[in-house]
């Protein structure tokens, strides 16, 4: 069975007691504690519909699933036909915004 969505496994600490998490790790492990990580999601949620780019992936997924016949397209189908698209179309104002918030937060905690 294949996974819906591609998110590396998670460490998993009795086949690996040894190892130092990475950077990436700890960062992630900073935004999840601090709540960081919610905010940050509902930030991005709200500037992505402001700027029309819901509604521009809403307008794709009709049309493939039309092409596609409705009752033959899977959400697998979906996602893998709308999600190198829709990475591409994110403005760069939201892109900046984001980045920027996140290395305020990374700032803050002195990493």
């Known amino acids: 069975m294949r996974a819906s969505v591609k998110r590396p ?3 998993d600490a ?13 960062v992630n492990m900073k935004l999840i504690e601090s709540g960081e990580k919610e905010r ?8 992505l519909v402001e700027c029309g780019w819901k509604d521009e992936m809403k307008a794709l997924c009709r049309e493939f699933a039309r092409k596609k016949g409705r009752n033959n ?12 698209k829709g990475r591409a179309s994110v403005p760069d104002t939201v892109k900046a ?3 920027q918030r996140i290395r305020s937060f990374l700032a803050s905690i002195a990493l």
């Open 9 to 11: 496994p998670t460490p």
């Open 14 to 26: 009795e086949i690996e007691p040894d190892r130092e998490p990475s950077l990436q790790e700890i």
């Open 97 to 99: 915004e984001m980045l």
């Open 73 to 84: 397209v899977t959400v697998d189908d979906l996602i893998n036909a709308i999600t190198p």
């Open 40 to 47: 940050l999601k509902d930030l991005l949620r709200e500037r």
